[in-house]
């Protein structure tokens, strides 16, 4: 743990927050536990980003009909309130990676920051080694994220108790994938008692 760390904080975003388009249970829970944990831990990171899902006409993503698989209610739509963070969300981030304008865009990786650098790229040049991913949802949008960072060549780690799912039964088949990616999903905590003992 060290500035080479960096805490990517997915799509805490109202649609996806009690109240939604898209709300998962506990999404809420996790905008205060997120802003508690960058308040006390802010000093393990070398840097804290955020990302969001932007939608403007995301081909085939939105359906009147949703199998909640592949295609969803429209969500996070630009310039409604829905897109915006969580009103309890406070992170205060280096840098916004905002994704899937034109099409479905699960991973924070496919994301750009305002001056359209890729999170990747803009990760590199502040030598990033580890990644810590937390947000919504533990289901689609974080695997994604850790899955692309992983095949990044950055040792990632999910923080479970800063994420909420979709559904128990995703959130349980993708933790396992990850797993065997290399790709842990602990509690937060455990990196305080690291810090404690370093
Ligand atoms: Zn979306």
């Known amino acids: ?7 990517i904080v997915t799509d805490v975003q109202r649609d996806f927050c009690p109240g939604g388009s898209l709300a998962v249970e506990g ?7 997120i802003t ?24 085939h993503h939105f359906t009147d009909h949703p199998d909640f698989l592949n295609t969803w209610p429209p969500h996070c739509v630009i310039g409604t ?9 406070h992170c205060d981030p280096d840098a916004i990676f905002t994704k899937g304008r034109f099409r479905a865009a699960y991973s924070g990786f496919e994301g750009t920051d305002a001056q359209g650098t ?8 502040r030598r990033i080694d580890d990644v810590h991913v937390a947000g919504l949802t533990s289901d689609y949008c974080v695997a994604a994220t850790a899955w692309d960072s992983v095949h990044a060549g950055f040792r990632t780690t999910v923080l479970q108790d800063l994420c909420a799912g979709v559904s128990p039964d ?12 290399g790709i842990p999903f602990v509690d937060s905590s455990r990196f305080v008692a690291e810090k404690r003992s370093a």
């Not at 944990?37 to 804290?48: E, F, K, P, S």
């Not at 890729?118 to 040049?125: A, P």
């Not at 995703?170 to 990616?181: G, K, N, P």
């Open 36 to 59: 508690a944990w960058v308040r006390a831990h802010r000093d393990l990171y070398g840097a804290v980003v955020a990302t969001k899902d932007e939608h403007e006409a995301p081909w």
């Open 1 to 7: 743990m060290s500035s080479s760390t960096v805490l």
């Open 118 to 125: 890729y999170l990747e790229t803009w990760l590199r040049g």
């Open 81 to 89: 309130p829905g897109a915006d963070f969580h009103p309890d969300l």
């Open 27 to 33: 999404g809420d829970d996790v905008a205060r536990r």
């Open 170 to 181: 995703t959130t349980a088949s993708v933790r396992s994938e990850l797993a065997a990616a």
